[in-house]
């Protein structure tokens, strides 16, 4: 038996988190993870199908046709999932043997139980690892912010999941999801990145194969208001709001990526649109807008018509020139975009009450005819349906996580109109970790690295060649609590 242990400390541990949009994936022990695309692109000048990892090739972003292997929060198209982690455990990804490893792997909440047999069979089956375990990611998320801030050990937790596919209110107690209280709001990064790309196509060009630029768009320049009535109204006269900003688009020559105007001392601008591996596809659009998100207004104007580019093919906007050292990135990027704007023919869109309109669904699913409670509303739903001794220890812990979490003031907000429908005895006290959208991934990097907590969970190749998915089936029911 001691050999055996000593065996398996050498054994390489992956851990990935399965995410509709992105895999977070590395080894134990590693300080973060690798996030890459949970899809496939085509561009549609090409015949080549870009996969996971093959998406760092791509220079151009435009017209992308998105190939997924999760929809709806589940696996529906293994066969592609395959290549996916073929990819993110190849040279390219992780670079780790499967066959030594073993592997520890999120699973979606209420995961079907045909799916999780066909992932059993891929995990040993296809890719021979030694070892596996499968995991809830809320119960991770807490294991993951442990990481983060040691002091936060609570017997129970509220993690409220906001990523790809939906967004999920779960309490945990000890590690373990409450299953029956868990609530479920069919809002997430999807449906705002389509409901954004809608409004924009309607009110301003057809932008309906533009979803990575959307997505960015989305993420440089949507947030949550904290009070969305008065912001919508100060916004009216779109010339006059303080709610307008201007995404200068990609010109598909000199400029492949956008970036919002003004805003040069940014970093981010640029990098976050080149390598921003989250993007949602455009196969399922959301039902048109009533309410007050409706009155979302996005124009796309023509500036400074001073020449365009005269025929120039250059893949990449040429990085100005520099002999000093000192001179940071960050100053050569200004230099770059202050010289689009004087010399380029800009293709400008005016963003303004959509910047708000589009995370207010996650508040008001009813905006785009979803018939559901907003988060506040699910919080207090899914705590009542735990047992009254456990209700104030949720209300004090709860946890934000995934990639929605990222919008300015989503907790601020949820805040806001949580405490007026909770009862006044109870605290609330709200935790957004410093990197929600890896905070799962923490936790499972947290489980595999604590001493035997991996060996009692797992199960090994061998059993599973004896015994078949039957064993997974027994042994993960016991390590929801673990
Ligand atoms: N800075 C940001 N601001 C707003 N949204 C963001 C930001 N960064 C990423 N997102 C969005 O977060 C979503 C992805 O979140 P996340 O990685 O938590 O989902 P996932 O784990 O892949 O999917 P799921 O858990 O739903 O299966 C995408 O829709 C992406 O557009
Ligand atoms: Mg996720």
Not at 289 to 318: C, L, M, N, R
Not at 377 to 385: C, D, F, G
Request: aromatic residues 8%.
């Amino acid at each position: 038996m001691a050999r055996r242990e000593r065996k398996e400390a050498v054994r390489p541990v992956i851990i990935l988190d399965n995410g509709g949009d992105t895999c977070k994936v590395g080894l134990a022990g590693q300080a973060t993870p690798r996030i890459i695309p949970n899809y496939a692109v085509k561009p549609k000048r090409e015949q080549r199908l870009y996969i996971a990892t093959d998406i760092d090739e791509l220079t151009d972003f435009s017209q992308l046709y998105f190939k997924r292997p999760i929809e709806k929060g589940y696996v529906v198209n293994w066969d592609l999932e395959f290549q996916i982690w073929s990819k993110i455990f190849g040279k390219k990804g992780i670079d780790t043997q499967t066959k030594d490893a073993v592997l520890l792997v999120t699973e979606p909440l209420f995961n079907p139980n045909p799916i999780r047999k066909t992932m059993d069979e891929v995990v040993f089956e296809k890719f021979g690892f030694e070892g596996y375990v499968r995991l809830p990611p809320p119960a991770l998320a807490v294991r993951g912010y442990q990481v983060e801030h040691p002091s936060f050990a609570p017997v129970c937790a509220l993690v409220v999941d906001s990523g790809y596919s939906f967004t999920h209110i779960v309490p945990v107690i000890e590690y373990s999801p409450v299953y029956p209280a868990i609530r479920r709001i069919n809002i997430g990064g999807k449906v705002l990145t389509n409901y954004l790309k809608e409004t924009i196509s309607y009110r301003a060009w057809n932008m309906m194969d533009e979803t990575h630029l959307i997505n960015t768009i989305k993420h440089r320049l949507c947030y949550v208001a904290l009070d969305f009535e008065a912001e919508l109204r100060a916004s009216r006269i779109p010339s006059e709001s303080p709610l307008r900003k201007e995404f200068v688009l990609p010109n598909g020559t000199t400029r492949l990526v956008g970036y919002v105007k003004g805003e040069y001392d940014d970093p981010a601008v640029q990098k976050s649109s080149s390598s921003s591996s989250s993007s949602s596809d455009d196969k399922t659009g959301v039902s048109s807008s009533s309410g007050s998100s409706s009155a979302a207004a996005a124009t796309v104007k023509t500036e400074s018509p001073q020449g365009s580019s005269d025929g120039e093919t250059k893949v990449k906007p040429e990085p100005m020139e520099t002999t000093e050292d000192e001179q940071s990135e960050q100053e050569r990027q200004k230099k770059r975009q202050r010289k689009d704007e004087e010399e380029d023919e800009e293709q400008v869109l005016v963003m303004n009450n959509e910047r708000i309109a589009i995370p207010e669904l996650l508040f008001n699913p009813s905006d785009i005819g979803v018939q559901q409670a907003g988060i506040p509303e699910a919080i207090v739903q899914a705590v009542n349906a735990v047992p009254e001794q456990y209700r104030a220890m949720l209300y004090e812990n709860i946890l934000l996580v995934g990639g929605n979490a990222l919008f300015r003031n989503f907790k601020e907000r949820i805040e806001r109109e949580l405490r007026p429908l909770v009862p006044e005895e109870y605290n609330i006290r709200i935790h957004v970790p410093a990197s929600p959208l890896t905070t799962v991934w923490q936790g499972g990097n947290a489980v595999a690295c604590t001493p035997g907590a991996l060996q009692s969970m797992c199960v090994r190749k061998s059993e599973y060649q004896e015994h078949g998915a039957r064993v997974c089936a027994a042994r993960f029911r016991n390590t929801e609590t673990y």
